[in-house]
């Protein structure tokens, strides 16, 4: 039998779901089991990842949430040989380093984006480099965003930026709503690319800088770059792969 650790959001179709999953195939502690299940929508996967990253667990994910992109439907039957018969992704997350105005540093990982986010009603005043070379002096928007190839689809993609093939090892640099220049619309920057965020004017425009769930506000300098020490190990019901439901994002309505 395959070992599984259970874990729910708090949502109650996600724990009355953990409760006769664990009935079923047990429910062993994370540090004996084989692979995660996570019981909950895309918010909790990442939260079961962002919690369980030490362990370097598989995790696969059953959707009691909402929108459930990263997740498998919710099936109660034959789920060990769904586990074995599962197809992985294979995620690298980003590396936040967030300086604020006192000095202080901050470091988190993402999966899904680095977000830079304007903090009141002033607009927010951006310079950008890439590997320490300056590639856009003024930035004037609402903010600006780091995407993985598994991020692109979500706030990324809200913001107009591009869909990316997780194996196309590239990284999505989007601007969200930008005022100055008008007509950018972004990069698309190789997955080895540091991006250097500078917030210009921050007193008077403060910045936030979010890592997936993690806020640190009023940052004065964001460095953003792919961790490429850690492998994130998603797993998908066969034919439905996450490749697959990128692909199908490009041509759905």
Not at 69 to 96: K, S, T
Request: glycine share 6%.
């Amino acid at each position: 039998m395959t070992r599984i650790a259970f874990t729910a959001s708090e949502r109650p179709e996600a724990q009355d779901a953990r409760a006769r999953l664990a009935a079923r195939y047990g429910d062993v502690p994370i540090p004996e089991a084989e692979v995660i299940v996570a019981l909950g929508g895309d918010g909790f996967m990442l939260e079961t990842f962002h919690d369980h990253m030490a362990t370097g667990l598989p995790v696969y994910g059953m959707n009691r949430g909402s929108v459930g992109f990263l997740m498998n439907d919710y099936n109660e039957d034959g789920l060990e040989a769904r586990i074995a018969a599962a197809e992985r992704a294979v995620i690298r997350p980003l590396r936040m380093a967030a300086t604020d105005v006192h000095g202080r540093t901050h470091v988190a990982l993402a999966i899904n984006e680095v977000s830079l986010l304007r903090q009141t009603r002033q607009t927010a005043k951006l310079r950008i480099a890439i590997d320490g070379k300056l590639r856009l002096g003024e930035l004037f928007c609402d903010g600006a965003l780091v995407s993985t190839p598994a991020g692109s689809t979500a706030y990324n993609l809200s913001a107009h930026g591009p869909i990316i093939p997780l194996d196309a090892r590239i990284l999505a640099l989007t601007p969200i709503s930008a005022f100055r220049p008008r007509r950018w619309r972004g990069a698309l920057l190789a997955h080895t690319a540091q991006v250097t965020f500078e917030i210009l004017e921050a007193p008077k425009r403060p910045v936030s800088a979010v890592a997936d769930n993690i806020e640190v506000r009023d940052v004065i300098e964001v460095q953003v770059a792919e961790d490429r020490e850690i492998e994130l190990i998603m797993l998908f019901d066969e034919g439905r792969s996450l490749e697959e439901r990128v692909l199908a994002e490009q041509f759905s309505a």
